[in-house]
């Protein structure tokens, strides 16, 4: 009897202890999400008063600043709200985000950053669905079934060459032609692309994506850490070629002058990067009025004149005019531990 009783008093301690979000906070995030659904005919104009009345945002995001400058300012202009911009790497903007809502500190309204990394913040229930007039102007394959973050851009991993090293009419139609032993010496790889990996899988099958796979790491291609450097390292002529380069990243070199170009060879691998809002987001109306800027054409134009491929449909883009494979950054999430393995295997541990 005596056991059962402190079993009790133990059970009623725990239950005391646990996490309870305040009642303040619960009931801020069910107004946030009914606002966040809204769509009555007065939506615009009830959206533009309060985001003035609220007069800022709170936005984290891994856009580099020549883009999410540009972008902010932008929005900043047209409708007189102010952005608080914190900018890191995608990493780092996921571990602040949830580490905030963890210890219930309530800062962010709005996350811009790549597809896989939103995920990992959509699962600790962080984001609420929100709609957009400019939700049915989106590619539907980059839009993910769960809705708690929409697509704004698209990255796409491609092949960059150093111009001066390399002429276009060298390169082969697709990857496999690179392990031609005359391209051995001349290859690199970034030291994380493991979605490169599953995404040739994918689209290949298991035999001939692996094959190739296994063939390309017989080749020792030079391994880098990080997109950025790789594409440097291609610009100042130190890697010919760089397999699993983003065309962003070339493209704004190619644009500056520097003696790079981008070529989509089979297979392209293309990632949504996108936004979501804050369930408990602090400035709702103006998290929401952002994230219609952003997926609207005026925002999508100017993440194509910026060089980052938009996610809308209606804006005609000279930046994804081929053939790729969307990957799903849930599906990415669930399998990358399987994928990471083999590729540290094959690149890594060499």
Do not use: C
Request: hydrophobic share 40%; net charge positive; glycine share 8%.
């Amino acid at each position: 009897m005596r056991s059962r009783k402190r079993r009790l008093i133990t059970l009623l301690a725990l239950w005391a202890m646990r996490p309870v979000l305040p009642a303040y906070a619960q009931s801020a995030a069910s107004d946030n999400e009914r606002l966040f659904m809204y769509r009555g005919a007065d939506r615009e104009q009830r959206l533009l008063e309060a985001a003035r009345r609220e007069g800022s945002l709170v936005l984290y995001t891994s856009l580099a600043p020549p883009e999410s400058g540009p972008l902010t300012q932008a929005f900043e202009k047209k409708y007189g709200v102010k952005v608080d911009l914190w900018r890191s790497n995608s990493e780092k903007v996921t571990q602040r985000t949830i580490t905030e809502a963890r210890g219930r500190r309530f800062v962010v309204d709005a996350v811009e950053t790549i597809g896989t990394d939103l995920e990992r913040i959509g699962r600790e229930k962080i984001f609420a669905e929100f709609h957009s007039p400019h939700l049915v102007d989106l590619i539907p394959s980059a839009i993910p079934a769960h809705r708690a973050w929409m697509p704004d851009r698209l990255s796409y991993l491609g092949v960059a060459y150093n111009t001066r090293l390399v002429r276009r009419e060298e390169l082969p139609r697709t990857i496999e032609g690179f392990l031609d032993p005359k391209w051995k010496g001349k290859l690199a790889i970034e030291s994380g692309d493991t979605v490169w990996l599953a995404g040739i899988v994918k689209l290949w099958g298991q035999e001939r994506g692996m094959k190739f796979i296994q063939q390309l790491a017989d080749m020792k291609p030079d391994v880098r850490a990080g997109h950025t450097l790789l594409t440097q390292l291609v610009v100042a002529g130190e890697v010919p070629v760089g397999l699993t380069v983003y065309s962003s990243g070339a493209i704004s070199g190619k644009r500056s002058g520097a003696p790079i170009d981008w070529a989509p060879i089979e297979p392209v691998i293309a990632q949504p990067l996108g936004i979501g809002l804050a369930k408990n987001a602090p400035h709702p109306h103006a998290a929401l009025l952002f994230a219609d800027f952003v997926l609207s054409p005026q925002g999508q134009e100017l993440f194509n004149a910026l060089g980052r491929p938009p996610a809308s449909q209606k804006v005609k883009t000279s930046l994804g005019n081929f053939e790729s494979v969307m990957m799903d950054p849930g599906v990415e999430v669930d399998d990358n531990p399987k994928w990471e393995k083999l590729w540290n295997a094959l690149f890594l541990s060499r």
